[in-house]
């Protein structure tokens, strides 16, 4: 009769169930295979934390602070975008001015949108974007709302808040974005 923990053979080599197939013990296995998961776990943490130090889109996302700048950036593009697309309540939309009007302020609340995209790994390119934006619509907006009140259409403090409201946002964020951690702004 063949003993089940002892090879046929009487050698010291694999064991043998009673049904004939070899038995595979990796019981001594398990505990290097386990260290050495967690050793490369630990390695991957340590790159993974390395990365996103360097990484200005990581570092960008995982932060709330430096979140606030680019999504005011977001929010004052595309308010411009939809009051010039949708004029219904700015009267620098309608009548001589509002073509000129119209394309600045295309051009605006695309610059807005770009100081958004570029928030995140340029942050001194976003800035420069943002307040050149703001400069150009708050005096394409100055200079529609004096047209716009000569003509009688409305006052011009009322037309001037459509092209204010998001330059100032604009001017805010441009102000919020901050640089990576470990480069210095200058």
Request: with cysteine; glycine share 6%.
């Given at each position: 009769?063949?003993?089940?923990?002892?090879?046929?053979?009487?050698?010291?080599?694999?064991?043998?169930?009673?049904?004939?197939?070899?038995?595979?013990?990796?019981?001594g296995e398990m505990a290097a295979e386990q260290r050495?998961?967690?050793?490369?776990?630990?390695?991957?943490?340590?790159?993974?934390?390395?990365?996103?130090?360097?990484?200005?889109?990581?570092?960008?996302?995982?932060?709330?602070?430096?979140?606030?700048?680019?999504?005011?950036?977001?929010?004052?593009?595309?308010?411009?975008?939809?009051?010039?697309?949708?004029?219904i309540a700015t009267p620098q939309g309608r009548g001589?001015?509002?073509?000129?009007?119209?394309?600045?302020?295309?051009?605006?609340?695309?610059?807005?949108?770009?100081?958004?995209?570029?928030?995140?790994?340029?942050?001194?390119?976003?800035?420069?974007?943002?307040?050149?934006?703001?400069?150009?619509?708050?005096?394409?907006?100055?200079?529609?709302?004096?047209?716009?009140?000569?003509?009688?259409?409305?006052?011009?403090?009322?037309?001037?808040?459509?092209?204010?409201?998001?330059?100032?946002?604009?001017?805010?964020?441009?102000?919020?974005?901050?640089?990576?951690?470990?480069?210095?702004?200058?």
């Open positions: 009769m063949l003993d089940a923990n002892r090879p046929a053979n009487g050698s010291a080599g694999p064991r043998v169930a009673p049904d004939g197939q070899r038995v595979v013990d990796q019981s050495e998961m967690e050793r490369k776990a630990d390695l991957v943490e340590a790159t993974s934390r390395a990365e996103r130090m360097r990484e200005p889109s990581t570092r960008f996302w995982s932060s709330r602070h430096a979140q606030i700048g680019p999504l005011m950036a977001l929010f004052a593009g595309l308010f411009t975008l939809a009051v010039r697309t949708w004029p001589t001015v509002g073509v000129a009007w119209f394309i600045c302020a295309t051009i605006a609340g695309v610059m807005y949108l770009a100081g958004f995209f570029l928030a995140d790994r340029h942050w001194k390119r976003a800035r420069m974007v943002l307040v050149s934006a703001a400069l150009l619509h708050l005096v394409v907006g100055f200079l529609a709302a004096m047209q716009v009140a000569a003509q009688d259409v409305a006052p011009a403090w009322q037309s001037i808040v459509f092209d204010a409201v998001p330059a100032a946002v604009a001017l805010v964020a441009a102000f919020l974005i901050s640089p990576p951690p470990g480069e210095r702004s200058e």
